[in-house]
């Protein structure tokens, strides 16, 4: 039990008359330490986290004349009188002027400023980005104050559920707010914020303006960046994520040096070893990865991985699920000589395999895709390893929508992000350039017939262009 409950534990005895009056003050005395304790972490952590604001990259939107008949006559451009700002929180972490944050808090921002404590502020810099976990560091420019408070990154891997926590942060900007509650979870996964997953899983109240701040123990040490929250509201429901510090450890010192991460690759699609999987395999361990394909050209291919094979360790690590295994080949570096553990016939062998290097997630045919998106609105990827995992695919090769532009034809016409595209006017569509090539051919006409593919089912949708 936590010290945070048992302490109330205690007290809740004593009043009850369950406790001799000695043992009750004993007991107020151990709530007053711990009390005191809080105080004196919460005054030390609180200047080792800032105020981050910044101005946003202002969107165009545009303003159309229409005639009587509802039709689009003229295009005007039109610029928002009011630039959009963003603002979260971050966490020094280096006496250099390092301070880790949310990679969604500075996107697509062009200035930003951080606010400490005391109220100094300074103009910073984005140094370095991960969108895959969500982590972006940025740099104070200038001259860093000498008495730049940096905080002790402690070892998520430790965390217990139970174990009390303290969030600090920005929540709606009031500035460097405390809460407290407990690890509610470890290692959770599959939620849908980023590639790479792995969330400590906290009660401690986070709300909008938490993301980027400090999730510390009650040494002071920081476990978490906390990133986001569940909720059907829009505001605190009990349940809120943060990044665990061995994640952010992997990636911080390239991230400062490089700006970004280079990551290791199998080129393998991989799925979670159920248990009718298991009995099927007549596979009796536990945890593993199951390969169901193998990606052409990838580093897999040719190296005496095959289809059906359960990879059970890396390195002599053991797998315990899909994500598992992710995170460890992504931290590899690439031309490093992994070996692998399978499981194939019945029969436990290895496999040396050298570490490719992580494909950088740029859109294929970018510039059909967005030439595309004024008319149709969307665009499309060739499915890869990541595509097929984020969307939870199980269709290996193909045409992916990655996004569907609000109020485009494709929007109206119910097409969404995760849709293959199988057919357009009954030509198949099995490459980025097919696609292409497929929409500047029919751009002609004002109607197109879709065959999608959607959660193992087909199904046919017309898409009917806007009027020119």
Request: hydrophobic letters at 40%; glycine letters at 8%; one cysteine or more.
């Given at each position: 039990m936590s010290k945070k409950y048992l302490v109330a534990a205690v007290c809740f005895a004593a009043a009850l008359g369950f406790i001799p009056a000695s043992a009750a003050d004993k007991n107020d005395q151990a709530l007053k330490k711990f009390n005191d304790q809080i105080i004196e972490i919460t005054k030390k952590?609180?200047?080792?986290?800032?105020?981050?604001?910044?101005?946003?990259?202002?969107?165009?939107?545009?303003?159309?004349?229409?005639?009587?008949?509802?039709?689009?006559?003229?295009?005007?451009?039109?610029?928002?009188?009011?630039?959009?700002?963003?603002?979260?929180?971050?966490?020094?972490?280096?006496?250099?002027?390092?301070?880790?944050?949310?990679?969604?808090?500075?996107?697509?921002?062009?200035?930003?400023?951080?606010?400490?404590?005391?109220?100094?502020?300074?103009?910073?810099?984005?140094?370095?980005?991960?969108?895959?976990?969500?982590?972006?560091?940025?740099?104070?420019d200038g001259a860093v104050?000498?008495?730049?408070?940096?905080?002790?990154?402690?070892?998520?891997?430790?965390?217990?559920?139970?174990?009390?926590?303290?969030?600090?942060?920005?929540?709606?900007?009031?500035?460097?707010?405390?809460?407290?509650?407990?690890?509610?979870?470890?290692?959770?996964?599959?939620?849908?914020?980023?590639?790479?997953?792995n969330f400590i899983q906290t009660d401690a109240a986070i709300n909008p303006g938490n993301s980027g701040g400090a999730l510390i123990n009650i040494d002071g040490n920081l476990v978490g960046i906390n990133t986001a929250i569940f909720s059907k509201t829009g505001g605190y429901m009990g349940i809120g994520f943060a990044?665990?510090?061995?994640?952010?450890?992997?990636?911080?010192?390239?991230?400062?040096?490089?700006?970004?991460?280079?990551?290791?690759?199998?080129?393998?699609?991989?799925?979670?070893?159920?248990?009718?999987?298991?009995?099927?395999?007549?596979?009796?361990?536990?945890?593993?990865?199951?390969?169901?394909?193998?990606?052409?050209?990838?580093?897999?291919?040719g190296s005496g991985i095959r289809k059906g094979d359960i990879i059970t360790?890396?390195?002599?690590?053991?797998?315990?699920?899909?994500?598992?295994?992710?995170?460890?080949?992504?931290?590899?570096?690439?031309?490093?000589?992994v070996k692998l553990s399978v499981y194939r016939d019945a029969k436990d062998q290895a496999v040396n395999l050298t570490v490719g290097t992580l494909p950088d997630k740029t859109p294929v045919a970018e510039s059909e895709s967005q030439e595309n998106g004024d008319e149709i609105g969307i665009t499309v990827r060739e499915i890869d390893e990541d595509l097929a995992y984020k969307f939870r695919s199980t269709e290996k090769r193909g045409v992916m929508i990655t996004q569907v532009k609000r109020g485009s034809p494709a929007d109206r016409a119910g097409l969404i992000a995760g849709d293959i595209i199988k057919e357009i006017e009954r030509a198949p569509i099995d490459?980025?350039?097919?696609?292409?090539?497929?929409?500047?051919?029919?751009?002609?006409?004002?109607?197109?017939?879709?065959?999608?593919?959607?959660?193992?089912?087909?199904?046919?949708?017309?898409?009917?262009k806007e009027e020119k």
């Open positions: 952590a609180v200047p080792m986290v800032v105020n981050i604001s910044a101005l946003k990259e202002a969107p165009h939107n545009d303003v159309y004349e229409y005639d009587n008949q509802g039709r689009q006559e003229k295009k005007f451009p039109f610029k928002p009188p009011v630039e959009p700002r963003a603002s979260g929180s971050g966490v020094i972490v280096d006496k250099r002027g390092y301070i880790i944050t949310n990679y969604h808090v500075i996107k697509d921002t062009r200035a930003i400023k951080i606010t400490l404590s005391d109220r100094r502020e300074f103009p910073c810099s984005v140094m370095g980005t991960d969108p895959a976990t969500d982590i972006a560091i940025i740099k104070i104050p000498a008495d730049l408070p940096v905080i002790q990154l402690g070892d998520s891997d430790k965390l217990e559920v139970g174990e009390v926590v303290i969030a600090i942060g920005n929540p709606f900007g009031f500035t460097h707010t405390v809460t407290m509650g407990i690890v509610s979870a470890t290692g959770r996964q599959s939620v849908g914020l980023a590639d790479y997953e990044i665990p510090t061995s994640m952010i450890k992997e990636i911080l010192s390239e991230l400062i040096t490089k700006g970004k991460v280079v990551r290791g690759w199998l080129g393998v699609f991989i799925q979670d070893v159920t248990k009718d999987m298991a009995d099927s395999f007549k596979y009796k361990g536990e945890g593993g990865a199951l390969v169901s394909d193998i990606m052409k050209g990838a580093p897999a291919e360790s890396v390195d002599g690590i053991k797998i315990r699920d899909i994500n598992h295994l992710r995170r460890l080949i992504a931290g590899k570096k690439p031309g490093a000589t490459t980025a350039k097919s696609y292409a090539d497929a929409v500047e051919t029919l751009k002609e006409k004002k109607k197109l017939l879709f065959l999608i593919s959607r959660g193992g089912t087909h199904k046919f949708i017309v898409i009917e």
